[in-house]
């Protein structure tokens, strides 16, 4: 499936690995980065209403929809080297500067783009995740049972891969189904889609996640002692899931963001898709400060 209106390449953006985008519109640049288990189909309703008047990239992140799938040897799936994905794309494209924007799996790419890269990324939106330390940090007790996936994904190569991969469509539906408050905000045919493109990327998306429990905490582990912070203006919109987990989430986001605005919001977790007027006009806002 496709984005109406947007061209559609394949970019190299590393060596080996090239990244399917869809591009339209003119003016400055956006880059939209999807969640899991999803592609950049997620963005279909806020990519059309940006692209009127802002330059606007939806890729696949590497591993996942019709991106390049590399295996895994340790750093291929780190939030570090995808986030130099993002990098090299835009500027193959002409743009040294961006704006970004990311939803669960790539808000954590954008996050680390704007750590590593903080004179590229002129304005930052994390959609509905934490800080991946912060992530590890909340999840405890019972509560913690709502990220069950983060730690099956977080084992060793093998067994994760095996689970998964022998229902992989009932595992990827179970969150489809489980995260969202209005499921006709996800037609039968892009659902079809989003459950295809993860069918096809069982290990790479482990890889990702397991990247999360390794490497990821120890580059944000480093940026924490070293008291790096996000420079640019920052946006979060979530759930109010802080409350239900005991937990101040902006607190915690204000800590790795000085210039933030923290917004709750009453869609479920895939936002984009279930309230797109809410998060284009936040973008929107956020692109003026």
């Known amino acids: 499936m496709r984005i109406p209106g947007f061209d559609y390449q394949r970019v190299p953006v590393a060596d080996g690995v090239a990244l399917n985008v869809a591009v339209a519109g003119s003016g400055s640049p956006v880059v939209l980065l999807h969640g899991f288990p999803q592609t950049h189909l997620m963005w279909r309703h806020v990519a059309a209403d940006l692209a009127v008047d802002h330059t606007v990239l939806c890729p696949d992140l590497r591993g996942y929809g019709d991106s390049d799938k590399p295996a895994d040897t340790g750093e291929t799936y780190s ?22 924007a990311g939803h669960d799996r790539g808000a954590l790419v954008a996050i680390r783009a704007g750590l590593d890269h903080p004179d590229v990324v002129t304005h930052l939106a994390s959609l509905d995740v934490l800080p991946t330390l912060d992530t ?43 995260w969202i408050q209005r499921p006709e905000a996800i037609p039968a045919d892009v659902r079809a889609a989003y459950l295809a493109a993860s069918r096809d990327a069982v290990p790479s998306i482990v890889a990702d996640y397991r990247a999360s429990s390794t490497v990821d905490v120890e580059h944000d582990t480093a940026d ?21 987990l005991g937990f101040d989430a902006a607190a915690r986001w204000r800590a790795w963001a000085p210039d933030l605005a923290h917004e ?13 007027a809410e998060v284009i006009k936040t973008l929107r806002d956020l692109l003026t400060r």
């Not at 977080?154 to 095996?162: F, I, S």
């Not at 924490?224 to 239900?244: E, H, I, K, S």
């Not at 709750?264 to 797109?276: D, I, K, N, R, Y």
């Open 79 to 100: 939030k570090r080297t995808m986030a130099a994905d993002v990098v090299a794309l835009a500027r193959a494209f002409g743009h040294d500067r961006f704006a970004l």
């Open 136 to 178: 590890w940090d909340v999840m405890h007790g019972v509560g913690g049972a709502v990220g069950f996936h983060l730690y099956l994904m977080a084992q060793p190569p093998g067994l994760p891969e095996r689970m998964i991969g022998a229902v992989p469509d009932e595992f990827f539906g179970y969150f489809l189904d489980a």
């Open 224 to 244: 924490r002692r070293a008291g790096n912070v996000l420079r640019m203006p920052v946006t979060v919109l979530q759930q109010d899931w802080g409350a239900t």
């Open 264 to 276: 709750t919001v009453t869609a479920g977790h895939f936002m984009a898709e279930e309230a797109p």
